[in-house]
């Protein structure tokens, strides 16, 4: 059998106290991996760190003795890190990427890596689950903000997000699939990845063992934080449609289309809302305004306007066409 080389890379900004949690975590998942299965993984922790200051160096360097390397990727988004990520991972064939506020749950590495055994995917998905900081607002958890979805192992899907992921390499390389910088501080950048792969003939499957807790800081766990995130997914999605056109024609339906559709989701949206205050439902009040949140983004992306999201200091609304 031959030794599959495999990094485990974090992409990382400003959260020390995070990484310094999570380390230990995922050199022991691959200590136990390379114990269990000896001679099938040679498996590398990579922190790529997205601060030009360096903020993770330090935690990193605390763990170098125990096998943790340290790069610094200062050009900023998420997607350049998971790109450089990727060019660091020459010689290996698989990367598996994990955000630096999850943790990885018992099995999460051995899961990914059986899975991938088994179908030979060009990229394999994994199930988070979250794991709030303090006791959410009701309303919040009966609009299912954080809810994920979970399917059985081995389901092909034909989008994944990029927060716990394997990748073959071999196969991306050959298709020529990379994350595109131009989303990296707006988000959607491993949505346009995923889709790209799959439109190119890659296939991607679930593993619904490979289970990671994703943290939700008290900080997001407002009612104001979690519209603007419905908001900003639904902007992120009509940009990753206009950006798979495949010609201006293609484009301008997409932008009549996106445009009627998030009027709808707002008036709808809106009328489910009232409907659940007469009621007194949060259910339908919290859904209600999700769904105008994500039709007041589409309607937003359909006019070529962009938030973004994770842009240093604060959020903006930018024009991308131009």
Known sequence: MTEVRVTVAVPTFQRPQDLELLLPRLLQQASDEERTSPGSHLIRVLVVDNDPLGSAAEVAEAF????????????????????RAMDESVADRLLIMIDDDEFPQPEWLSSLLGTWSTEQAALVSGRVVPEYESDPDPWIEAGGFFTRRNLATGDE??????????LDLDQIRRLGIRFDESLGLSGGEDTLFSRQ?????????????????????????????????????GNAAV???????SSPSRRLWIRARRLIGGLIRVGLGGARFVGGVLMRSRRHQARGLRAAMRGTGMVRGS????????????????????
């Open 64 to 83: 170098a003795e125990h096998g943790v390397e340290y790069v610094r990727e200062d050009r900023p988004g998420i997607a350049a890190a998971r790109n």
């Open 157 to 166: 899907i034909t989008v994944s997000a990029g927060g716990n992921l394997l």
């Open 197 to 233: 792969l799959h439109a190119a003939g890659g296939r991607m499957v679930w593993c619904a063992e490979s289970v990671i807790h994703d943290r939700v800081p008290t900080s997001r766990m407002s009612r104001g934080w979690v519209l603007r995130r419905a908001r900003n997914h």
């Open 239 to 245: 940009r990753v449609d206009l950006m798979l056109a």
């Open 303 to 322: 006019m070529g306007l962009a938030y973004q999201e994770y842009a240093r200091p604060t959020g903006l609304l930018v024009d991308v066409d131009s």
